[in-house]
């Protein structure tokens, strides 16, 4: 088992659809070390994201994110976190001690990643893309303040990227 203190552990953050579950599971691989995605660990324990924000609201599910995100970096690896993870103060700090990978993405690349999703913040949406960059551009300063490095998932295959954040957190160690 790995831990807080492997030298491989890697956090990635970024707004939904930026690619952090595809991504993070290729790094991961590549690295030898467990993924994480905190999303699916709360999934697993409490239902399905949306039927928990509109049985408890947004705060509740913040709560059990950043004791997910908590869980997760005692037990080390690579660790993928949903896009609203960083609105949270304390979620941030637990964050703090960590390589922290920002995965940035074009609007005009996640209109076809956003068709189906299963988003509460972007359901019943006229516009769901126009909502996605207005939080994006809410969050924007938050991923910013966690991140150590930023990688931009538009327009290239989501191996190449993850090649790259692997060669990147070699050479931090
Ligand atoms: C959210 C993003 C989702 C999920 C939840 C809330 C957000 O994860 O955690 O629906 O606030 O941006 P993805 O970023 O994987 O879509």
Do not use: C
Request: proline content about 5%; cysteine-free.
């Amino acid at each position: 088992m790995t831990s807080a203190a492997d030298p491989l552990t890697l956090v990635l953050v970024g707004p939904m659809a930026a690619g952090k579950t595809s991504v993070g599971r290729r790094v991961a691989r590549r690295l030898g070390v467990a993924f994480i995605d905190t999303d699916r660990r709360i999934v697993a324990a409490h239902g399905p994201i949306p039927g928990i924000f509109a049985a408890h609201g947004e705060a509740y599910f913040r709560d059990l994110e950043r004791a997910a995100v908590a869980e997760a970096l005692e037990e080390g690896g690579v660790v993928s976190l949903g896009g609203g993870a960083v609105t949270e103060a304390a979620t941030r700090e637990l964050l703090s001690a960590h390589p922290v990978v920002f995965l940035t993405v074009s609007a005009d690349a996640v209109v076809d990643r956003l068709r189906g999703g299963n988003r509460p913040l972007l359901a019943g949406e006229e516009d769901p893309v126009e909502r996605w960059k207005n939080i994006f551009e809410e969050r924007r300063g938050w991923y910013a303040e966690v991140a150590s490095t930023t990688f931009d998932t538009s327009r290239r295959p989501m191996q190449k990227i993850a090649d790259e954040i692997v060669a990147w957190r070699r050479e931090q160690r």
